[in-house]
Nanobody, 118 residues
Framework: QVQFVESGGGLVQPGGSLRLSCAAS????????MGWYRQVPGKQRELVAG???????TYRDSVKGRFTISRDNAKNTVYLQMNSLKPEDTAIYYC????????????WGQGTQVTVSS
């Protein structure tokens, strides 16, 4: 079955950096555009960044210039490098298929908590 395992979150001060990882299994990883999403309590999950199988990337405006998405198809893993973090980046971060290209898989991982606070 499809499975996503996110890791790398934590508590960081404003201006700090984190690198998130997401290991995928149960899919032909290279065939799918992948995305990083985030969700805060009471709000809908939002797409933060996406990357196609060929490496074309897209970002929501609020993270452009600060976040970088990448992938390693040999390792079935997608990454999110987050720099210059702000308190408003605080959320649980998830990976799944980039919904720009098709419906995300029904199975979501547990996510990884990112907290930006002094």
């Amino acid at each position: 079955q499809v499975q996503f395992v996110e890791s790398g979150g934590g508590l960081v001060q404003p201006g700090g950096s984190l690198r998130l990882s997401c290991a995928a299994s149960g899919i032909i990883f290279s065939a799918y555009a992948m995305g990083w999403y985030r969700q805060v309590p009471g709000k809908q999950r939002e797409l933060v960044a996406g990357i196609t199988g060929g490496g074309v990337t897209t970002y929501r405006d609020s993270v452009k210039g600060r976040f970088t998405i990448s992938r390693d198809n040999a390792k079935n893993t997608v990454y999110l490098q987050m720099n210059s973090l702000k308190p408003e980046d605080t959320a649980i971060y998830y990976c799944n298929r980039d919904r720009t290209y098709g419906n995300p898989f029904a199975s979501w991982g547990q996510g990884t908590q990112v907290t930006v606070s002094s």
